[in-house]
């Protein structure tokens, strides 16, 4: 799980007949500062996530069971969720 932004999206008219109605968006890995790593992934939006927003990303297992159901969907990275803030505590 890690956090990233949303910088675009990624249409495809033609997919396999699981993800039909599914939207994806790409997804910028950033640190927990909320820097950017320089690393992009494409991700199925499973939440309704937004352009510029910083959200949750699951891959492997999670992201193929994340549509809520209990088929696989053929993905390597879900949006489970869109952040409100971030906290990190100064020990």
Do not use: H, W
Not at 1 to 17: C, D, E
Not at 20 to 46: M, P, R, W
Not at 50 to 57: H, N, R
């Amino acid at each position: 799980m890690y956090l990233g932004k949303v910088i675009g999206t990624v249409v495809s008219t033609v997919k396999a007949p699981s993800l039909t109605g599914s939207k994806f968006l790409i997804v910028e890995k950033i640190n927990q500062d909320l820097t950017a790593k320089k690393q992009t992934e494409i991700a199925v939006d499973t939440v309704g996530a937004g352009d510029g927003e910083t959200v949750i990303v699951v891959g492997g297992s999670s992201a193929r069971m994340s549509d809520g159901k209990k088929t696989d969907l053929p993905v390597d990275a879900a949006i489970v969720g869109i952040v409100d803030t971030v906290e990190i505590s100064q020990c």
